[in-house]
């Protein structure tokens, strides 16, 4: 691997996955016709940053998670030949689970933000068949990972008031829909929750 140069503060130096923007036939695809969450290595950090209060945030993800972002976040660099992405620790969303770890969900979610698996959406409205173009996806699923909340300037996480396993109704138009290893999913953010309920069943 190409040697990177010294990083700064809270970024993180990520190489993506070329696969992502092909298709099947191997054609490259512009970044804006790819899926809306990527998937990259991340091969640099930066220590962190310091708050306007005068406080130290150490940079969390580590050099070797895979973590997901959105597609068309940071922007390119070049090292030695080779292109990276480069963006701040805020812009991504989630990091697989360690192998060191206890075992869980594979995804684990960054900042404020909450990986759901979205209930079923309903395809009859009493006993008639929805045509396919009508049904919707519904705005509400089951936490399978939630994270520690956004950091203030005293260097303390807000908590989510959302525990895994817990069912939620976000807002209409939010989310992002994500594929993690042949599954889908949807990622919010902590403010676009409604409201909680039981377990959803998907």
Not at 48 to 75: H, L, M, N, S
Not at 113 to 134: C, N, S, V
Not at 169 to 194: A, H, N, P, T, W
């Amino acid at each position: 691997m190409s040697k990177i140069v010294e990083v700064y503060d809270d970024h993180v130096w990520i190489k993506w996955d070329d696969e992502q923007l092909q298709t099947e036939g191997g054609i490259h695809l512009p970044e804006y016709s790819a899926k809306l969450a990527q998937y990259g290595l991340v091969v640099a950090i930066g220590p962190g940053k310091w708050t306007k209060q005068g406080y130290f945030i150490e940079t969390k993800v580590k050099v070797g998670d895979r973590v997901c972002f959105p597609c068309g976040a940071g922007y390119k660099t070049q090292s030695e030949g080779q292109e990276y992405l480069c963006m701040q620790e805020r812009d991504l969303w989630a990091r697989e689970r360690r192998i060191d770890e206890p075992e869980g969900f594979g995804l684990l979610a960054l900042w404020d933000k909450i990986i759901l698996k979205r209930a079923e959406p309903e395809t009859m409205i009493g006993l008639i068949h929805l045509p396919e173009q009508a049904i919707k996806k519904p705005c509400r699923g089951t936490a399978l990972s939630v994270g520690p909340g956004l950091t203030n300037d005293e260097g303390l996480s807000t908590p989510i008031d959302v525990q895994v396993g817990e069912g939620v109704r976000f807002k209409q138009y939010q989310g992002m829909d994500i594929e993690f290893k042949g599954e889908e999913y949807v990622i919010i953010s902590d403010l676009d929750v409604i409201v909680k309920e039981e377990e959803v069943v998907a």
